[in-house]
C-alpha cells in the first residue's frame, strides 16, 4: 500500500453511486437496468429479496467453497458485484459515517488502514446486518514488521539470517494485529534490491534470491499460521509483484525493463515462494515491467501467475494504481483504465473510485464480459471464505465488552520477543583492539542525533507502534549501567542540514513534522560534544538516518553519511578517546571513514521498539552479535550495483593485477566495502578443511560438502556459515557465486564442529535461455565461507 502513515491519498471525488454518470453517458441506474434481463437469464442479477448467504458448515473442503461461493455470486446484482471489488480508507474523501452508509449500500468489499475493534465492528455490523446479502468486510493494514510491538525493519531481520527469527516476528505480529481485528497484512515485501538509493531498500530482505526466498516463506508462515481461518492469524498479502525493487536509478515509482531471463533467475523466485507457502493474497507493483505497467499486465497476473504458478488467491492494486494508468500512459480514460485492470486480473482495486464509476457501463455495453467480473468477484469471496469470515464475521473482533480499554496499553505489546530478535539482527562490522564489549564502568559520552529518538528506532511503517513506548539506545545504555558507570550526553549535531530535505521529509508525514531540527549552530553542537567525549573514557555516536529517508518516496542521490555527522564523528575521533559508532539507517550507508577511523562500528537498522535495550545489550557483551550483511555495502553511490552474484563477464577485474581494459571504476579500490554475508562475532571463528564426500555426482544423487568451525576467542558465540555454489561452465553466462545454504552454529570457546551440506540437483538448477529449469553436467565449484568473500572451495563433476 502507498500512503503516508495511514492517511490515503484518493485521486478525485467519489461521487454519489446513484446519480453518477459513466464514460457511455449512461447513469449507474440506467446501465444496471440495461443489464437486468441479460444478467437474469445468465443467472448473475439477484432478486432484491434474495436471502444472505447461509454460513459454510463443517467439514469444509475445495468442493464445499466453490459451491458456496457459486450461490452467493448466483444472487449477486451488478452493483454488489461491483462492491467487492472495492478496498476503501477511511479518509477526507470517505469519513466513517460515508463508509458505513458505503459498506450498508454493499458497494465495499473491504476497508484498510482502520485498525481497531471500536472502528471496524460497526463497519462489519453494517455489512452483514444492513447489507442485502449480508456478506462480511475484510480488514487489512500494513503489517510489515509488526504491530503494535515494532520489530527490526525486513533488512534488519534477513540479517539474523535466522527464520525462526523472522516466522516469530511473523507470528507475534499476526497475534497483535488480528487482536486489533485485522485480517489481512501488505506483507511481505520480497523485492529484491541491487540499488540501495531506492528508499524502500528498508522494507525488504536484502539483495540475494534464495535469502529472500527464505525469509518469504518464514513470513507467510509466521502471519498465516496453521490455517488463516484462526482467530489468531491473518491472511499475507505478498508485495509488490513484481520486480519493483529493480526501479532504475533507484527511483521510486520508475520503470523496470528486463530481460525474461533475468527476471526468472533472480526477482521472480521470492514472490514464487511465498505463494508456495501458501500466501493468500498478492499486491501488484506500481511500476510498468518493459513497457507494460504491472497493473494492466495480463502475462504477469494471467499467464506468469495464475497459470504458471496456480495462484488461486486474490490481487490487490497498490494504493490508486489504476487510475495511474492514464499516467503512465497505457489508458486514454479512467474508463480504459478499469477495462485494462479487469482484464489483466485486479480482483481489489485500492483507493480509487475507478470501479464503482465505471465498471457497470463497461460490463452494461459488452466490453467487460460478466464472466470477467465473476472471476475477480470469486477471488475476492474465496478470500474472506479462507479468513472464516463467513464462518464469523467478528472471528478476529470478539465482542465489544472485551474490547480493550486503552488500545495503546503497555500490556499489549511483547517486548521480549521484540528485545530478543531485536539482538539477533545487529551487525558487527569493525572492532579494533577489543573496544568492544564495553565495561559497565567509568563514564560513558552518548553522542549523535538519533541517541535519543523513540520515532527513528521504530524504522519505516511501524504500523501501531508508538514512540514513547519505544527504548531509545540513551535509555537502554541507562538501563544497562545505571549504579555502575556515568552517562554523559551531548546531541553533536542534526541529522540533516539542508532545510528543503526536512520539509520535505516532514511534508510525506501528514500528522505532524517527524524531523526536528536543533536551532543551535553545528559548531557549538561539536565543540558541545567533544566536551562531554573528553570527559569520557568511551565515546559512543548514534548517527545515520532519520527513519524517513529510508521510505517510500524517500530515494537518494547519494548514499553517504548525510548532513555534518561525519563533521562530529572527525570531532570525537580527534579527542583521541575510543570510538564506537552504532549506525542507524534503512539501506547501505557509503561509510569508508567510518571504517577506517571507528575503533568498533555496529550497524544497528532500525531496531524497533526494543532496540535501545537490544543495542546496549551488545554494546556490554550481554549479547555476542552474530548477524551478516543481507546486501552488500558499496563504496560510493558511483559504485552502484555492487551485488555479489553477479553475471561472469569477459574481462573481470582481478585483485593483485593491473586493472587496464578490465571491468572497473579506476578511481578508487574494487569491490564492496563490506561484501553480502559480512559480519563480525566477539569471538574469533575460523572456517577449516572443506571436504567432499566425492568428487563425481550422477543424477539423482547427493553429495556432502564439510567443513570444520572452530571458536577461537573467549566469549561463546554463534557464526552463520553460508554454502555458495558456482558453475564456471555452463550454456549461459552463470552468476560467479550463489548463495545455496546457511547454517548458525553457536559454539563454546575451543570447541569445534563439523558443518555439513548436503548438495544434489535442488542447488545446482537454474533457468536456461529458453526459460526452462535444467540441471547441466560439468563442473561446479564448492564454496563455504562465513561471508561471500572469503570462501574455501573444492569442485565437483556432475556426469
Avoid at 463497519?123 to 504491530?147: C, M, N, T, W
Avoid at 475477480?376 to 464469523?392: I, Q
Avoid at 535509555?475 to 544497562?480: D, M, N, P, Q, R
Avoid at 545454504?741 to 535461455?769: C, H, M, W, Y
Amino acid at each position: 500500500m502507498d500512503n503516508r502513515n495511514g492517511v490515503p491519498v484518493v485521486d478525485g471525488r467519489e461521487e454519489d453511486s446513484r446519480t453518477e454518470t459513466n464514460r457511455s453517458g449512461l447513469s449507474r441506474r440506467q446501465a444496471l437496468g440495461a443489464l437486468a434481463s441479460a444478467a437474469a437469464a445468465a443467472g448473475m442479477a439477484g432478486s432484491p429479496a434474495a436471502a444472505a448467504p447461509k454460513k459454510p458448515g463443517k467439514p469444509t473442503g475445495p468442493a464445499a467453497k466453490e459451491a458456496f461461493i457459486d450461490d452467493l455470486i448466483a444472487r449477486m446484482t451488478v452493483d454488489e458485484k461491483v462492491g467487492q471489488l472495492r478496498l476503501i480508507s477511511i479518509g477526507p474523501e470517505m469519513p466513517h459515517a460515508k463508509l458505513m452508509d458505503e459498506v450498508a449500500a454493499g458497494r465495499i468489499g473491504g476497508s484498510f488502514n482502520t485498525v481497531i475493534r471500536r472502528d471496524n465492528r460497526p463497519l462489519q455490523e453494517a455489512a452483514v446486518k444492513r447489507s442485502r446479502l449480508k456478506i462480511p468486510l475484510f480488514f487489512a493494514y500494513d503489517v510489515v514488521h509488526g504491530h503494535r510491538t515494532t520489530f527490526p525493519i525486513p533488512l534488519a531481520l534477513a540479517a539474523s539470517f535466522d527464520m525462526a527469527v523472522i516466522e516469530r516476528m511473523a507470528r507475534v505480529s499476526a497475534i497483535e494485529a488480528s487482536d486489533d481485528s485485522i485480517d489481512m497484512t501488505f506483507a511481505p515485501m520480497v523485492d529484491i534490491s541491487h540499488d540501495p538509493r531506492w528508499g524502500r531498500t528498508s522494507e525488504g530482505f536484502g539483495e540475494d534470491p534464495y535469502l529472500v526466498s527464505e525469509c518469504a516463506r518464514a513470513s507467510v508462515r509466521g502471519f498465516q499460521g496453521a490455517a488463516p481461518d484462526k482467530p489468531d492469524t491473518i491472511m499475507a498479502a505478498v508485495k509488490h509483484f513484481a520486480l519493483y525493487g529493480a526501479v532504475e536509478g533507484g527511483r521510486d515509482y520508475n520503470t523496470v525493463d528486463m530481460s525474461p531471463l533475468r527476471m526468472h533467475q533472480v526477482y521472480l523466485p521470492p514472490y514464487k515462494a511465498a505463494i508456495d507457502a501458501g500466501a493468500g493474497g498478492v499486491m501488484v507493483a506500481l511500476n510498468s515491467i518493459n513497457g507494460i505497467p504491472a497493473t494492466s499486465n495480463v502475462w504477469l497476473l494471467q499467464d506468469l501467475l495464475r497459470k504458471q504458478w496456480g495462484f488461486k488467491g486474490v490481487t490487490v492494486s497498490d494504493h490508486g494504481a489504476i487510475t495511474e494508468l492514464t499516467r503512465h500512459g497505457v489508458a486514454r480514460d479512467n474508463r480504459e483504465a478499469a477495462k485494462l485492470a479487469i482484464k489483466a486480473g485486479i480482483d481489489l482495486s485500492m483507493a480509487d473510485q475507478i470501479y464503482l464509476a465505471e465498471l457497470p457501463g463497461l460490463i452494461a455495453s459488452g466490453e467487460i464480459k460478466m464472466a470477467e467480473i465473476d472471476a475477480r468477484v470469486r477471488e475476492v469471496l474465496g478470500a474472506k471464505y479462507d479468513l472464516g469470515l463467513f464462518a464469523d464475521p467478528f472471528l478476529r473482533m470478539g465482542k465489544p465488552e472485551d474490547d480493550p480499554a486503552d488500545d495503546k496499553a503497555e500490556n499489549r505489546l511483547h517486548r521480549q520477543p521484540a528485545r530478543e530478535i531485536a539482538r539477533e539482527t545487529i551487525v558487527l562490522l569493525e572492532n579494533r583492539n577489543q573496544t568492544l564489549p564495553l565495561k559497565k564502568q567509568g563514564t560513558i559520552a552518548l553522542v549523535g542525533p538519533l541517541a535519543d529518538s523513540g520515532l527513528d528506532i521504530l524504522g519505516s511503517w511501524s504500523a501501531q507502534g508508538v514512540a514513547e513506548q519505544a527504548v531509545t539506545v540513551r535509555a537502554g545504555i541507562e538501563k544497562a549501567i545505571e549504579g555502575k558507570a556515568k552517562l554523559l550526553t551531548a546531541r553533536g549535531s542534526n541529522v540533516l542540514d539542508d532545510e528543503k530535505v526536512v520539509e520535505y521529509l516532514n511534508f510525506l508525514n501528514w500528522d505532524k513534522p517527524e524531523v526536528v531540527q536543533d536551532p543551535r549552530p553545528i559548531e557549538t553542537m561539536i565543540e558541545e560534544a567533544v566536551s562531554v567525549a573528553s570527559q569520557a573514557d568511551v565515546v559512543i555516536a548514534v548517527v545515520g538516518e532519520v527513519r524517513g529517508m529510508s521510505h517510500e518516496s524517500s530515494s537518494r542521490v547519494t548514499i553517504d553519511m548525510p548532513g555534518s555527522q561525519r563533521r562530529l564523528l572527525q570531532a570525537l575521533k580527534a579527542t583521541g578517546k575510543p570510538l564506537v559508532v552504532v549506525l542507524m539507517n534503512g539501506r547501505p550507508l557509503a561509510i569508508g571513514w567510518e571504517k577506517d577511523n571507528a575503533d568498533a562500528l555496529l550497524e544497528t537498522w532500525y531496531t524497533g521498539t526494543e532496540g535501545g535495550n537490544a543495542i546496549a545489550d551488545v554494546l556490554f557483551g550481554d549479547h555476542n552479535p552474530s548477524a551478516k550483511l543481507p546486501i552488500s555495502f558499496p563504496r560510493s553511490a558511483g559504485q552502484i550495483p555492487t551485488y555479489y552474484n553477479a553475471l561472469r563477464i569477459g574481462r573481470p577485474f582481478t585483485p593483485g593485477k593491473p586493472g587496464n581494459y578490465t571491468s572497473q571504476y579506476f578511481e578508487e579500490e574494487q569491490g564492496p566495502l563490506y561484501p553480502f554475508g559480512f559480519g563480525l562475532s566477539y569471538s574469533r571463528f575460523t572456517l577449516k578443511d572443506l571436504k567432499l564426500s566425492a568428487t563425481r555426482l550422477k543424477r539423482g544423487e547427493t553429495l556432502a560438502a564439510e567443513a570444520t568451525l572452530t571458536n577461537e576467542g573467549s566469549y561463546e558465540g554463534a557464526n552463520i556459515v553460508q554454502l555458495y555454489i558456482a558453475d564456471p561452465f555452463a550454456s549461459i553466462a552463470r552468476p560467479v557465486k550463489e548463495l545455496k545454504g546457511f547454517q548458525k552454529i553457536t559454539l563454546k570457546p575451543g570447541e569445534s564442529r563439523v558443518v555439513r551440506f548436503e548438495i544434489g540437483e535442488d542447488q545446482l538448477k537454474f533457468i536456461n535461455a529458453d526459460l526452462k529449469e535444467v540441471v547441466e553436467n560439468g563442473r561446479f565449484d564448492v564454496q563455504i565461507g562465513l561471508d561471500s568473500h572469503d570462501v574455501l572451495v573444492q569442485s565437483f563433476e556432475l556426469v
